[in-house]
């Protein structure tokens, strides 16, 4: 099926930059929504941002208010989120996921997950 491994993560000061990847294996469907998520410790997961792999239309959160960018190289089979101005409370472990049908924001809708990589925001 579909395998998905996220990278780019790591320590940052206040106001920094992160880009997150994922890389994703196996058969890859046009019809795919990807999705970025993230998971704070003792919170539930939450939405951050998707993607359409055919057409590249995105959906944002509220809360990411301009600072997040994701976007697709469908030649790489890799999506990306870039991260401006971080923040203390972006502190998280992001997740990948991907889905074969329209893009949604519920964390249940999607079928394929990655393993996380550890965002760490200082101030």
């Known amino acids: 099926q579909v395998q998905l491994v996220e990278s780019g993560g790591g320590l940052v000061q206040a106001g920094g930059s992160l880009r997150l990847s994922c890389a994703a294996s196996g058969r890859i469907f046009s019809s795919n929504a990807m999705g970025w998520f993230r998971q704070a410790p003792g919170k539930e997961r939450v939405f951050v941002a998707t993607?359409?792999?055919?057409?590249?239309?995105?959906y944002y959160a509220d809360w990411v208010k301009g600072r997040f960018t994701i976007s697709r190289d469908n030649a790489k089979n890799t999506v990306y989120l870039q991260m401006n101005s971080l923040k203390p409370d972006d502190t998280a472990v992001y997740y990948c996921a991907g889905r074969p049908g329209p893009q949604v924001v519920e964390t249940r809708a999607y079928d394929y997950w990655g393993q996380g990589t550890q965002v760490t925001v200082s101030s």
């Open positions: 993607i359409s792999w055919n057409r590249g239309n995105t």
